[in-house]
């Protein structure tokens, strides 16, 4: 109990965020809210012509090799729009993360900065998952936008958490 609250402490004590978030930033965040509004959206819509048995899983050839309801569309569709918005959220609150080096007055803005940019790159790259995903059961195929999602998520890891440590210097 000792270390989470020095943890809760310590994150309480960084520097106020003072920066301005860029155009870029900004706007990708809310492109990806908008996208994965628009695939609950195309899931609601179908929902009512959708057979009551869908498929639920996919081999990596893209072939469906398990079955369920029909309402499994409508939590996949509830799960991944709250994980969007909640990851939306949190991008705009990067005092609070959890950084690879320590935050200093010198160097809070440059790390607040960098993990801003990679939870919303991290969550542009769950958009094609999302729509590949919701692609895959609604209709065929899917697989390549979930290729490019996986790719976006792993590159949003890897050059954010490289980014991060730099700015820590």
Do not use: C
Not at 27 to 54: E, F, H, K, N
Not at 117 to 125: D, H, N, Q, S
């Amino acid at each position: 109990m000792v270390g989470i609250m020095s943890t809760i402490l310590s994150k309480a004590q960084r520097p106020a965020r003072t920066y301005a978030t860029g155009p870029i930033t900004r706007g990708l965040r809310w492109l990806s809210v908008l996208a994965s509004l628009g695939t609950s959206a195309w899931i609601l819509v179908r929902y009512p012509s959708l057979p009551d048995t869908v498929a639920t899983h996919f081999a990596a050839g893209g072939q469906a090799d398990d079955w369920g309801p029909r309402w499994s569309v409508l939590v996949l569709g509830a799960i991944m729009l709250l994980l969007s918005l909640l990851l939306a959220a949190m991008s705009t609150r990067p005092r609070g993360f959890n950084y690879p080096a320590e935050v200093t007055e010198d160097n809070a803005q440059a790390i607040y900065r960098e993990g801003e940019r990679m939870l919303v790159w991290t969550l542009l790259g769950m958009q094609p998952i999302y729509l590949g995903i919701a692609w895959a059961t609604l209709e065929t195929g899917g697989a390549p936008l979930l290729a490019v999602g996986l790719v976006g998520l792993i590159g949003a890891t890897i050059v954010g958490i490289a980014r991060t440590v730099r700015a820590a210097r």
